[in-house]
């Protein structure tokens, strides 16, 4: 049996609704786009397989951690990623979601950043900006990246 609405509590309904959707409209925040050099001959571009070797297992090799689909070595803070230091987890793969999240948790070591809040993204760019762009050298870029720039621009 359908529930029969007067006028008013239908206009009262519809605003509500709109209300309650409106701050999603408004506050959505876009991370900042990723530059990637336009000539990738020269680029190392990593797989998750590949990214795993410099997790900190083998100390002949440099400590590679990926954050929106940039690679840094950061091996210069061993410190903090060496093998069993605090944020040793981040390491040899593309980190992106925990970095936002500021989470060490398993499910959270991954480059999805799709369920992420406003401000986790606008931590997210923030981070990524202030610390990893201005402290380490990118070493490379990962696959997933660039698969989605040339998605988008057939030129690369």
Excluded: H, W
Excluded at 77 to 101: M, Q
């Amino acid at each position: 049996m359908a529930v029969k609405l007067s006028k008013a509590a239908k206009s009262l309904y519809l605003a509500l609704i709109s209300i309650s959707l409106l701050p999603n409209v408004i506050a959505s925040y876009r991370l900042e786009d990723v530059e990637i050099p336009e000539n990738l001959n020269n680029v190392k571009i990593f797989t998750d397989a590949e990214i795993l070797r410099f997790d900190g297992s083998d100390p002949n090799l440099p400590l590679y951690m990926g954050i929106k689909g940039v690679v840094f070595d950061v091996s210069e803070g061993f410190d903090f990623y060496g093998k069993e230091k605090s944020y040793n987890a981040l390491i040899g793969r593309d980190s992106t979601r925990a970095v936002a999240k500021m989470s060490l948790e398993p499910a959270d070591l991954t480059s999805d950043t799709s369920s992420l809040s406003e401000q986790e993204l606008k931590s997210l760019d923030e981070i990524f900006n202030t610390v990893y762009l201005a402290k380490y050298p990118v070493v490379g870029y990962m696959d997933y990246l660039i698969r989605e720039k040339r998605r988008l621009n057939k030129d690369l």
